[in-house]
């Protein structure tokens, strides 16, 4: 089992940066790939960065690539997303995700998650 709490959100202007990190309980952190989503209200939950559990693999939804970073790190249990060049369009709610992997694969569907964080509000002014 693991449990997932993000922090980090808030409110930011456009063009700032804002860094979300992913606390996570359980002793095999290191056997977790990862996810980052996001969801806005009445819409599907959204694709936005995944790493593999080694952090040496990363995929990121096109909108987001060169803009976001996704890391891990296992000895501290933590993932982050480091959003940069923020636009009003990434406000949100985002939510980390995790599933047990025995590979080096990335998931990029939210349906393959096995955990979820409760989610963080990110709002970006224009």
């Known amino acids: 089992q693991v449990q997932l709490v993000e922090s980090g959100g808030g409110l930011a202007q456009a063009g700032c940066s804002l860094r979300l990190a992913c606390a996570a309980s359980?002793?095999?952190?290191?056997?977790?790939?990862m996810g980052w989503f996001r969801q806005a209200p009445g819409k599907e939950r959204e694709f936005v960065a995944a790493i593999s559990r080694s952090g040496g693999s990363t995929n990121y939804a096109p909108s987001m690539k060169g803009r976001f970073s996704i890391s891990k790190d296992n000895a501290e249990k933590m993932a982050y997303l480091q959003m940069n060049s923020l636009k009003p369009e990434d406000t949100d709610v985002y939510y980390c995700?995790?599933?047990?992997?025995?590979?080096?694969?990335?998931?990029?569907?939210?349906?393959?998650?096995?955990?979820w964080g409760q989610g963080i509000q990110v709002t970006v002014s224009s």
């Open positions: 995700a995790a599933r047990y992997d025995s590979g080096s694969y990335i998931y990029t569907n939210n349906k393959e998650y096995y955990y």
């Open positions: 359980g002793r095999t952190f290191s056997s977790y790939a």
